[in-house]
């Protein structure tokens, strides 16, 4: 079975998300995507990342909604911080037949190189690199087998940018799904931009 693995922190899930989720599985050949929130970017120690259960729950409200696209909550057992490396052989350790696949934006694999044991992950998984906007994509000759670029929509949000909006009161309903949205505003998330 091959199963990808879309990380982040999801700090809120949005539309962007759900959109790149919906390609990755119905157009990569995979036979399950898991929509897996980290508990800690090991690159954003400095500001810290609140809202565990609620951002479990929210990309519960995505992943729901698509077909074969499941929820993870599998780093919260894993030591913090959690580097993909780590979580990536817990997951092989645990789930011996599967084949996992990771999915990532074009931002990410283009500092790939800095991520930790970088060359251990494209020795041992297969990548899948999404667009984002001002990056190129160029993959090595020598990891061809394992990268593959794809065609995903080109989605410009960004969580920040959403966290910052609801800090100051304005209307970001467009950016998130109906129930997200709906779901930040009850639980008075965001109210103070952390």
Same mark, same amino acid.
């Given at each position: /079975?091959?199963i990808?693995? !879309?990380?982040?922190?999801?700090?809120?899930?949005?539309?962007?998300?759900?959109?790149?989720?919906?390609?990755?599985?119905?157009?990569s050949?995979?036979?399950r995507?898991? /929509?897996?929130?980290?508990?800690?970017?090991?690159?954003?120690?400095?500001?810290?990342e !609140?809202?565990?259960?609620? $951002?479990? $729950?929210m990309?519960?409200?995505?992943?729901?909604?698509?077909?074969?696209?499941?929820?993870?909550?599998?780093?919260?057992?894993?030591? $913090?911080p959690?580097?993909?490396?780590?979580?990536?052989?817990?997951?092989?350790? &645990?789930?011996?037949?599967?084949?996992?696949?990771?999915?990532?934006?074009?931002?990410?694999?283009?500092?790939?190189?800095?991520?930790? %044991?970088?060359?251990?992950?494209l020795?041992?998984? &297969?990548? =899948?690199?999404?667009? @984002? @906007?001002?990056?190129?994509?160029?993959?090595? &000759?020598?990891y061809?087998?394992?990268?593959?670029?794809i065609d995903?929509?080109?989605?410009?949000?960004?969580?920040?940018?959403? %966290?910052?909006?609801?800090?100051?009161? &304005?209307?970001?309903?467009?950016? =998130?799904?109906?129930?997200?949205? $709906?779901?930040?505003?009850?639980?008075?998330?965001?109210?103070?931009n952390?």
């Amino acid at each position: /079975m091959k199963i990808g693995i !879309f990380g982040g922190t999801f700090n809120p899930v949005h539309i962007g998300h759900a959109i790149i989720a919906n390609y990755v599985i119905q157009h990569s050949g995979l036979d399950r995507l898991w /929509m897996m929130v980290s508990p800690l970017n090991p690159f954003k120690v400095e500001q810290g990342e !609140f809202y565990d259960t609620e $951002r479990l $729950r929210m990309v519960e409200m995505v992943s729901h909604k698509l077909d074969d696209v499941e929820t993870s909550g599998f780093e919260f057992s894993l030591p $913090r911080p959690s580097f993909t490396i780590d979580t990536l052989n817990a997951l092989q350790s &645990k789930f011996p037949d599967y084949e996992f696949f990771l999915v990532i934006g074009a931002d990410n694999w283009a500092s790939f190189d800095k991520w930790n %044991r970088s060359e251990e992950i494209l020795s041992k998984y &297969k990548i =899948l690199v999404y667009p @984002r @906007r001002d990056y190129e994509i160029v993959v090595p &000759k020598q990891y061809e087998s394992n990268v593959t670029v794809i065609d995903a929509p080109l989605v410009e949000v960004s969580s920040t940018e959403i %966290r910052e909006g609801i800090s100051q009161m &304005k209307n970001m309903s467009f950016y =998130l799904p109906d129930d997200v949205y $709906r779901f930040i505003l009850k639980n008075k998330m965001y109210l103070h931009n952390e």
